[in-house]
């Protein structure tokens, strides 16, 4: 295949030109601007922070995305689907809530905000696709009724993935709750018996008869489940939550058949920002000190290229004393791999992510850096 590029610029500003002015010139240097954005809707998908969490992207980045979308004619909007977890963004009201606390109101970005997957993550658009481990992928409805998709990513570690990236801020986080079920574990949540209380209200809201009240507490009945996640919305006690099984490959190939579901058939872009490198994903409620030091913003058509040179960039930056990595290095004796993200979380690998993304055609791992 051949290969891509990918544009790169530090975080070096100038009196001239600030970092917000040299994220616009690197977009357009990249290509931007050959989109035809003309009263057309482009949805940005960001990742907007859990709440207590301070390492995700300040809402200034969104702002420039979104101003540029407005200058060549199009109507943005900046949206992410709620999540499978327990937390402060599982519905969109709370999900809305913590985007504004955390900056991305449309007074500070420039446009509106959009839960892609609508009040309680069910409202999904069924993209086929026909993939070798994901024959439809459930795709929050905002996000595919844009005309033009534009992921806006912060680069960082991750506890499951190896690395938050391009691909996972598309294909996990644009999938509806029954959609990330899918990718963590075919959709079959549990019951923790030590938060259940019995109460039915997951009976009530469930089509198919799946949960069972028994002695005074809930028990999910796999056959009857079809994964559709609205028991982890509506219950009280956040006693329902879903059974991470799936290997870290099965994962890696889901994500990256979700993210050619939201890719295929129209305009995409994707921007990735390599700064505030925590350990874990912006879903936590906090975040450590960076394994590594900021290096810089990026730009691709390409979301297979960006991922391979973001990672490609981190491996050789100096790790930070006194972070997680440097933990773990220091327990292996001083010796690193070359790979800081398994290196952090060494139950971990990204690879075949990236590997499975450029078989079924979404990219190339070949690429050219153009250095601006």
């Given at each position: ?28 240097q ?6 035809d ?17 301070l ?17 060549l ?21 709370d ?7 955390n900056?991305?109101?449309?007074y ?30 459930k ?176 491996n ?26 398994h290196?952090t ?13 450029e ?14």
């Open positions: 295949m051949e290969r891509s590029r990918v544009y790169f610029t530090t975080f070096k500003a100038s009196y001239s030109e600030n970092l917000l002015q040299k994220l616009h010139r690197l977009m357009r990249a290509g931007f601007e050959k989109i954005f003309k009263e057309k809707y482009a949805a940005i998908k960001i990742h907007f922070g859990e709440y207590g969490n390492a995700f992207l300040r809402p200034n980045y969104a702002k420039v995305v979104a101003d540029y979308v407005k200058e004619g199009g109507k943005p909007f900046l949206t992410d689907c709620n999540t499978l977890y327990v937390g402060s963004r599982k519905n969109a009201l999900h809305l809530e913590t985007a504004f606390v900056g991305f109101s449309p500070q970005t420039g446009c509106h905000v959009i839960i892609g997957d609508g009040l309680k993550g069910t409202d999904e658009t069924i993209v086929p696709i026909d993939g070798e481990y994901v024959k439809e992928a795709i929050g409805h905002a996000i595919m009724d844009a005309d033009i998709f534009i992921s806006l990513t912060h680069f960082k570690g991750h506890e499951m993935a190896g690395f938050g990236g391009t691909l996972k801020n598309i294909g996990m986080g644009s999938g509806s709750r029954a959609g990330k079920m899918e990718q963590h574990c075919d959709g079959k949540p549990g019951v923790n018996p030590k938060k259940c209380v019995g109460c039915g209200t997951c009976l009530k809201i469930c089509a198919h008869g799946a949960p069972l009240i028994e002695n005074g507490m809930a028990t999910i009945d796999q056959n009857k489940c079809v994964g559709c996640g609205r028991c982890l919305a509506v219950c009280p006690k956040d006693a329902i939550a879903a059974n991470f099984s799936d290997s870290v490959a099965v994962l890696n190939y889901k994500m990256a058949e979700y993210s050619y579901a939201v890719c295929k058939d129209r305009p995409c872009f994707h921007v990735s920002l390599i700064c505030d490198v925590s350990p874990n994903c912006d879903c936590h409620a906090e975040n450590d000190i960076p394994i590594i030091p900021d290096v810089g913003m990026l730009a691709s058509f390409d979301p297979v290229a960006l991922d391979q040179a973001c990672a490609d960039l981190c050789k930056m100096p790790v930070i004393d006194g972070s997680v990595l440097d933990e773990h290095r220091r327990k292996a004796g001083g010796r690193g791999h070359g790979d800081h993200f290196m979380h060494p139950d971990t690998e990204w690879e075949s992510c990236l590997e499975h993304a078989k079924i055609g979404l990219g190339s791992r070949e690429y050219e850096l153009v250095e601006i």
